[in-house]
């Protein structure tokens, strides 16, 4: 009886959760923790816990397609891992290979347009985990509509040293001049293709820390973070929710600073700066209280030329 009751408070709860989102993040990042812990508690070894958390995987790539999340980042294994017992890696590396090739061949895969990229060192993984990483992406590249990254042999702050030295190098060459370097500069270093900025990263498990993910695109976005104690095999579509609205109430939070920072603005600047303050508070009146919302006519003088030629996602430089 307990466990219909929780089941039906659940279901309950989850419908709750889906009236209250009105929105998605783009891209969401996953630290899937926990699949060895669940597996011990149930009495079994590593690659049960891992064999399980893979099912939850693909719920929750069905969660992100069903809210129109249109990237997926999912932290499968870390540069770290390679220190793990090898009968436990090797035990993984299978089940890696496995469940990439039936997911490259998977109808529903194909139906989405769903496009599968690997992020990391792959270099550093055994020859059949590489094979079959080439056929996924091979026989995805074609689609745009959805992106699955998964993160193998991935360490962020590897990754943003590798991109360093790549323009260091250039530069003592003479092929790249110091003034030049910007941010896509280093973006172009990282990975072969483009990645989001990350919206908001989830940790199952229960450990509160971002254990060196994503760094550029989730530190630089100032992304949302989400830690539930639930094991990754034990993800429910009720925390991923709850994850949703952690960063709802992230950007709201986000966008009522940037409105009472721009008003602050008001009285202290002018000319370009007065008409991005103006814009600003503008786009993200509706997200102050009423009673600090300011009187339209206040606003009124703005240059649309200008406006239009400001950032369209508001994200200036604070």
């Known amino acids: 009886m ?20 009105s929105g998605a993040p783009t891209h ?23 064999r399980e958390g893979a099912q939850t995987t693909e719920r929750v790539l069905e969660w992100c397609q069903d809210i129109g999340v249109e990237e997926l980042t999912l932290y499968a294994f870390s540069t770290e891992n390679f220190d793990r017992p090898d009968e436990e890696n090797q035990a993984l590396f299978d089940l890696l290979c496995e469940k990439l090739r039936e997911f490259a061949d998977a109808e529903r895969v194909h139906e989405n347009e769903v496009r599968i990229r690997v992020i990391g060192e792959v270099e550093r993984l055994p020859e059949r985990v590489r094979d079959v990483v080439g056929y996924a992406e091979r026989r995805t590249r074609g ?26 190098a250039d530069v003592e060459t003479g092929t790249l001049e110091p003034d030049a370097i910007d941010v896509e500069t280093i973006e172009d270093r990282l990975y072969d293709q483009p990645v989001r900025d990350v919206d908001l990263i989830i940790r199952t498990g229960g450990d509160e820390r971002t254990s060196n993910f994503l760094p550029w695109h989730a530190n630089g976005n100032e992304a949302a973070v989400f830690f539930c104690t639930p094991y990754w095999p034990e993800f429910s579509k ?37 008409v991005e303050a103006k814009s600003i508070v503008e786009r993200f009146r509706d997200s102050l209280p009423s009673a600090e919302q300011p009187d339209p006519d206040d606003l009124e003088g703005v240059d649309a030329g200008q406006v239009d030629d400001l950032d369209s996602s508001g994200r200036a430089a604070d």
């Open 28 to 50: 969401v990042a996953v630290i899937q923790d926990g699949n060895r812990r669940y597996a011990r508690r149930k009495g079994g070894d590593a690659t049960d816990g891992h």
């Open 2 to 21: 307990k466990r219909w009751l929780r089941q039906r408070v659940d279901a309950v709860y989850e419908e709750v959760l889906s009236r209250e989102i």
């Open 143 to 168: 689609y745009d509509r959805f992106v699955l990254n998964i993160a193998l042999a991935y360490g962020g702050r590897s990754q943003l040293l590798e991109a360093a030295q790549g323009v260091a």
């Open 238 to 274: 009720t925390d991923f929710l709850r994850g949703i609205r952690t960063y709802e109430h992230r950007e709201e939070s986000w966008r009522r600073t940037r409105a009472r920072r721009a008003m602050a603005l008001l009285g202290a600047v002018s000319d370009p700066e007065l």
